[in-house]
């Protein structure tokens, strides 16, 4: 079971930290966020052992990173933009781009950044 929280209403450039709790261990964790109206996309991952993937969009603002014993991953995200605004998903699976390489979901936590 993955739980996901953190997200709320952050002014544009603002920063918001996400956070996923796993139930038990995991191995490769993923971001993924779905904007009103927009398919579910990739926004990074990263493996048990700390390599990390970004979509192109988030590269340089949001960090990914994970705390192996609390079997929690974090999504820093910083300079955030009006579209960023979306539902925030973790899922835990490989540590793929692809939405079908992850066979556990969080419930999502809603970020909405305000221009």
């Known amino acids: 079971q993955l739980q996901a929280s953190g997200g709320g209403l952050v002014q544009a450039g603002g920063s918001l930290r996400l956070s996923c709790a796993a139930s038990?261990?995991?191995?490769?964790m993923g971001w993924f966020r779905q904007a009103p109206g927009k398919e579910r996309e990739f926004v990074g991952s990263?493996?048990?052992?700390?390599?990390?993937y970004y979509a192109d969009s988030v590269k340089g603002r949001f960090t990914i990173s994970r705390d192996n014993a609390k079997n929690t991953v974090y999504l820093q995200m910083n300079r955030l933009k009006p579209e960023d605004t979306a539902v925030y998903y973790c899922a835990a699976g490989t540590r793929g781009r692809f939405q079908y390489e992850y066979d556990l979901w969080g419930q999502g936590t809603l970020v909405t950044v305000s221009s």
């Open positions: 990263i493996s048990w052992s700390y390599v990390t």
């Open positions: 038990g261990r995991t191995f490769g």
